[in-house]
């Protein structure tokens, strides 16, 4: 069983930059993929990115350019990065991950507010 621990959102000015992390209880050489997802208030929960074991990547056209998702396997965490955050960035936003095995694993969720 794998546990996702989500961290690091908190209230920021537009413009402003963010690091969300998601810790795995497990290895995460065995998660083909790790991706950060988003939900706003009365909208449907929104990929925001992906990378893949291989290290591949891909963003959401909405963050292209100012988001940048990245792995450490070593520690066991996802990284997401952003930057020139903006009010519409507002949201709970979800680690997942995707085992080899097929199983599905989500994080508790952290909180990002952006706003003057």
């Known amino acids: 069983q794998v546990q996702l621990v989500d961290s690091g959102g908190g209230l920021v000015q537009p413009g402003g930059s963010l690091r969300l992390s998601c810790a795995a209880s497990?290895?995460?050489?065995?998660?083909?993929?790790m991706g950060w997802y988003r939900q706003a208030p009365g909208k449907q929960r929104e990929l925001v990115a992906i990378v893949t074991s291989g290290g591949s990547t891909t963003y959401a056209d909405s963050v292209k350019g100012r988001f940048t998702i990245s792995r450490d396997n070593a520690k066991n965490t996802v990284y997401l990065q952003m930057n020139s955050l903006k009010p519409e960035d507002t949201a709970v936003y979800y680690c997942?991950?995707?085992?080899?095995?097929?199983?599905?694993?989500w994080g508790q969720g952290t909180q990002v507010t952006v706003s003057s």
């Open positions: 497990g290895s995460l050489f065995s998660m083909i993929v």
């Open positions: 997942k991950g995707v085992h080899l095995g097929g199983s599905t694993y």
